[in-house]
């Protein structure tokens, strides 16, 4: 990842986990990339996630079917508002 990318992108990491911070939730926030993060699909980390919970996608391509969001989550692209 390039220096200006990578800057820009724990922003975003930082702008959510404050946004978190702010509301007073005690919510986390799960990252999905496809190496090096403790989930590498969408819907192991929508599985694992608590209503409340941020899933923050990172950059990449996940080959995966319908994705069920059956709690209160927020699903964010890395990057994108």
Same mark, same amino acid.
């Given at each position: 990842?390039?220096?200006? !990318?990578?800057? %820009? =992108?724990? *922003?975003?990491t +930082?702008?959510?986990?404050?946004?978190? /911070? !702010?509301?007073? %939730? =005690?919510? *986390?926030?799960? +990252?999905v990339?496809?190496d090096?993060? /403790?989930?590498?699909?969408?819907?192991? *980390?929508?599985a694992a996630?608590?209503?409340?919970?941020?899933?923050l996608?990172?950059?990449?391509?996940?080959r995966?079917?319908?994705?069920?969001?059956?709690?209160?989550?927020s699903?964010?692209?890395d990057g994108?508002?």
């Open positions: 990842m390039r220096p200006c !990318a990578r800057s %820009a =992108a724990l *922003a975003a +930082a702008a959510v986990v404050l946004a978190l /911070a !702010a509301n007073g %939730a =005690a919510s *986390a926030v799960i +990252a990339c496809p090096g993060c /403790a989930h590498s699909s969408i819907t192991d *980390a929508l996630a608590e209503d409340g919970d941020t899933v996608v990172r950059a990449g391509t996940y995966e079917g319908p994705l069920v969001v059956d709690k209160r989550v699903l964010v692209g994108w508002p």
